[in-house]
């Protein structure tokens, strides 16, 4: 307890902590652009990625569930890449253009996704299925083609827990048919 001069009892001051506004000695600055939106940020440097999307952006669809880079529900484009938000610290995004679920489903690609995924039943809580459209939107925009092993492949980053990967790959096949990249070699899938 520390009295102060009204000579009234008063709480003990608390341990200093970083400026609420991120201008704290240990902070790092950076400018992400995310889903069109470019940002002047200044914070910890150990900061990830997913946390800068939900709390600096109010991106939502990149969510973290196993924070250890295996599941996907994660998963963003940065600078067109698929990475793990997770595992990705948020100053190095710096200068370079992030994309998510939100901005790839209201752009060109996404009511053509949304159909696939709604057509072969390939949503059902729908916790990975931001991951899994990340993931067919760079499929897309790479160009290249793909044969059903090249699907299992794509769709085995992520993590399903309830729809079942017969019908995730059915929605990606469709997707890839409709843009003139499916390769049909008779594969596994
Ligand atoms: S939360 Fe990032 S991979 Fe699982
Ligand atoms: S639809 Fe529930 S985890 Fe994939």
Same mark, same amino acid.
């Given at each position: 307890?520390?009295?102060?001069?009204?000579?009234?009892?008063?709480?003990?001051?608390?341990?200093?902590?970083?400026?609420?506004?991120?201008?704290?000695?240990?902070?790092?600055?950076?400018?992400?652009?995310?889903?069109?939106?470019?940002?002047?940020?200044? @914070?910890?440097?150990?900061?990830?990625?997913?946390?800068?999307?939900?709390?600096?952006?109010?991106?939502?669809?990149?969510?973290?569930?196993?924070?250890?880079?295996?599941?996907?529900?994660?998963?963003?484009?940065?600078?067109?890449?698929?990475?793990?938000?997770?595992?990705?610290?948020?100053?190095?995004?710096?200068?370079?253009?992030?994309?998510?679920?939100?901005?790839?489903?209201?752009?060109?690609?996404?009511?053509?996704?949304?159909?696939?995924?709604?057509?072969?039943?390939?949503?059902?809580?729908?916790?990975?299925?931001?991951?899994?459209?990340?993931?067919?939107?760079?499929?897309?925009?790479?160009?290249?083609?793909?044969?059903?092993?090249?699907?299992?492949? !794509?769709?085995?980053?992520?993590?399903?827990?309830?729809?079942?990967?017969?019908? !995730?790959?059915?929605?990606?096949?469709?997707?890839?048919?409709?843009?003139?990249?499916? @390769?049909?070699?008779?594969?596994?899938?």
């Amino acid at each position: 307890m520390s009295t102060d001069t009204t000579g009234t009892h008063s709480p003990a001051p608390a341990p200093p902590r970083p400026a609420s506004d991120g201008t704290g000695p240990a902070t790092v600055a950076y400018a992400p652009t995310v889903n069109g939106v470019g940002r002047p940020l200044r @914070r910890e440097p150990r900061r990830l990625l997913v946390d800068v999307l939900r709390d600096d952006f109010d991106v939502t669809t990149a969510a973290t569930s196993c924070s250890d880079g295996v599941c996907g529900t994660c998963t963003v484009l940065l600078d067109d890449k698929p990475v793990r938000a997770c595992l990705t610290l948020g100053h190095e995004a710096d200068g370079r253009t992030v994309r998510t679920a939100e901005s790839i489903l209201a752009g060109p690609l996404g009511t053509g996704l949304s159909e696939a995924f709604s057509r072969h039943h390939a949503i059902q809580c729908g916790f990975c299925t931001p991951g899994f459209m990340v993931l067919a939107a760079e499929m897309i925009e790479s160009g290249r083609s793909v044969s059903d092993d090249d699907l299992l492949d !794509i769709v085995s980053d992520n993590l399903c827990r309830c729809t079942g990967y017969g019908q !995730i790959i059915a929605a990606f096949r469709d997707i890839a048919r409709g843009h003139g990249l499916w @390769r049909n070699e008779g594969g596994t899938a």
